[in-house]
């Protein structure tokens, strides 16, 4: 089945050239390999779906030295056998090149792992969270910080919000923060407010808010955007965080067990969109230690902008495992969280959201100083204010510093219209929307912004109409990070209770895998080397025990990943 892969626009009317890579903006580099030699390892017998338009389909792959050296039919790739040759015999099995989300937390996800679980599946109402607090209480000596990850506060059975008084009853000698699920705000007790040095007098924080009681106005210990991530987030401030982080033999460990647990769904490759000095060490240190098991393109936070330009440090530098990637700016809230700026209110409210960012001018400065600098600049903009403002931003920058392939892009980019579809288009901007929102937290999305709004939210159909690269993305830990439940969420629009949201923003089984694999090497700059499975690119691949175009597309979820190849090593297998 052919796959269309828009490109051009005309005015208001979408023209949909035919796949694959219409919207590469460089010649494509290719890496010739040894042919008359053995392979080192050999996959034949499977169903592969390539990505590559010379060859879609294919039986065999030939690997060799971590790149793929030969793929074609079985006949084909069995001269390449030799005595140390490890064959793997697929029996139907399908392949894709490996999956790639393009924004994701990776570093986050791993000191999450450390925390305590209170999301939904663990527990299920705000009496069970503090059950799990107690349980930490009374393990840890008195002013020692407990912390929890995965609030949501729309799939707990109790009605209301977790409070301050909630943690307070359980914990009133400990700090408490616990993380909701969106990311963008916290709870703490009263001890972390004396912590944090807030009081009831306190006026907000400058792209952030204290959360208050309606009737007394009494602080609830709820921490909106920069007031939360002055807990835990370092450089985002300026400061360090009030928590004290993890130590570093902690962070290596939860990387480790979320590399495992990305492997397990077949992910090969992250950006990791928030990225601090500190987590740059953990990555270091994985790499010192050969134990960073993903290939990790790194958004750093723009705090750090002056301190890689005194190196003369740009995006790209590095190598296929760690690599430089964008500047990472934040301009409004989530929509998870109802926080992004929207231009107008949530449904039956007068809120608008947060703009993050301190200004909208400071929002311009910082776009215009890291394009100005040689960075792909990655800017966080859910809500359609914001987006506005972001392309303000980068209108003014490349107007007056272009740049043919600067390949900047508007991180989740959730609620658009036809006047944002067309600026993204005019300013050869890459969107990259959440794969997995519609399934995971669907039951927010018409009670937060209503039926008109949700047709145009997450709208992968649109951008690839409208010829704007789109690439996949999870944003875990504030989605689900298996990209297969992504694929089936962009494929059906169904939220996990079977609501359709937005059914014209479908797109096709191929398209979503293109999504996960090339385009998000493109979004990275990358897609000469990864994205497909073709002669010379490195040998990253996943086995899958159905092929995800042939079974229901309510199905394709529970679709097992029964290996992940990194570099032509196994990471991750279930049958043998």
């Not at 697929?90 to 999956?99: A, D, E, M």
């Not at 393990?139 to 929890?148: D, F, L, S, T, V």
């Not at 307070?168 to 400990?174: G, I, K, L, M």
């Not at 890459?430 to 999305?445: Q, R």
Request: proline share 6%.
């Amino acid at each position: 089945m052919p796959i269309h892969w828009p490109f051009e626009c005309r005015g208001d009317r979408p023209v949909a050239p035919t796949f694959p890579l219409g919207y590469s903006m460089r010649a494509q580099k290719t890496y010739s390999l040894p042919r008359e030699t053995a392979a080192d390892v050999i996959l034949s017998g499977g169903n592969i779906i390539t990505m590559d338009p010379k060859r879609p389909d294919a039986q065999a792959v030939a690997i060799k030295d971590g790149r793929f050296l030969k793929v074609g039919k079985d006949g084909e790739i069995k001269s390449l056998a030799g005595e140390k040759t490890r064959a793997i015999s697929l029996k139907g099995r399908t392949i894709t090149p490996g999956f790639i989300d393009s924004h994701q937390h990776l570093s986050q996800v791993g000191t999450n792992l450390l925390k305590i679980d209170c999301s939904p599946a663990a527990c299920k109402s705000i009496a069970q969270i503090k059950q799990a607090i107690l349980k930490h209480v009374r393990r840890k000596p008195p002013g020692e910080w407990i912390q929890a990850v995965g609030y949501d506060d729309t799939k707990t059975t109790d009605k209301g919000t977790l409070s301050r008084w909630d943690l307070d009853e359980v914990a009133p000698e400990h700090p408490v923060f616990i993380q909701h699920v969106s990311g963008h705000w916290a709870i703490t007790n009263s001890k972390g407010l004396e912590a944090g040095g807030i009081q009831e007098n306190m006026p907000n924080p400058k792209g952030g808010a204290y959360g208050r009681e309606p009737q007394s106005g009494k602080l609830n210990g709820i921490l909106y955007e920069q007031a939360e991530f002055a807990y835990v987030f370092e450089g985002m401030t300026g400061k360090p965080p009030i928590i004290p982080p993890f130590p570093l033999k902690d962070r290596k460990k939860g990387l480790d067990m979320a590399c495992d647990m990305y492997l397990a769904s077949g992910i090969t490759g992250v950006h990791d969109a928030l990225v601090s000095a500190q987590s740059l060490e953990t990555y270091q240190e994985a790499v010192k230690s050969e134990d960073l098991k993903l290939r990790v393109y790194l958004l750093i936070t723009y705090e750090y902008l002056p301190h890689l330009k005194a190196l003369n440090l740009k995006t790209g530098f590095g190598n296929e495992w760690l690599r430089i990637g964008g500047i990472k700016i934040i301009a409004d809230g989530a929509i998870a969280g109802r926080t992004a700026l929207l231009s107008e209110p949530y449904l039956g409210t007068q809120e608008k959201g947060i703009l993050v960012a301190e200004s909208e001018e400071v929002l311009h400065e910082s776009i215009r100083h890291a394009h100005q600098a040689g960075f792909q600049v990655c800017v966080h903009a859910n809500g359609d204010r914001a987006i506005n403002m972001t392309l303000d931003g980068f209108e003014k920058a490349l107007q007056d510093l272009p740049r043919k392939d600067h390949r900047h892009r508007l991180e989740h980019c959730t609620v658009v219209n036809r006047e944002i579809l067309k600026r993204l288009k005019k300013l050869r901007l890459l969107a990259v929307p959440f794969g997995s929102y519609i399934y995971h937290h669907g039951e927010k999305m018409i009670p937060y912004y209503g039926p008109e709004r949700v047709e145009m939210m997450f709208a992968h159909r649109s951008f690839l109409d409208y010829g704007i690269p789109v690439s996949g993305s999870s944003d875990n830990p504030c989605g689900p990070h298996e990209p297969l439940l992504a694929i089936e969420s962009c494929v059906t629009r169904k939220s996990a209770s079977g609501e359709i949201l937005a059914a014209k923003q479908r797109i096709t089984v191929e398209e979503a895998i293109y999504l996960y694999t090339m385009a998000s090497a493109y979004a990275s700059f990358e897609e000469h080397i990864k994205g497909s499975i073709e002669p010379g690119k490195m040998a990253d691949l996943v086995v899958l025990g159905e092929d995800p175009r042939r079974v229901n597309p309510d199905e394709i979820k529970d679709i097992p990943v029964e290996m992940t190849i990194v570099g032509g090593e196994v990471k991750y297998s279930t049958f043998f």
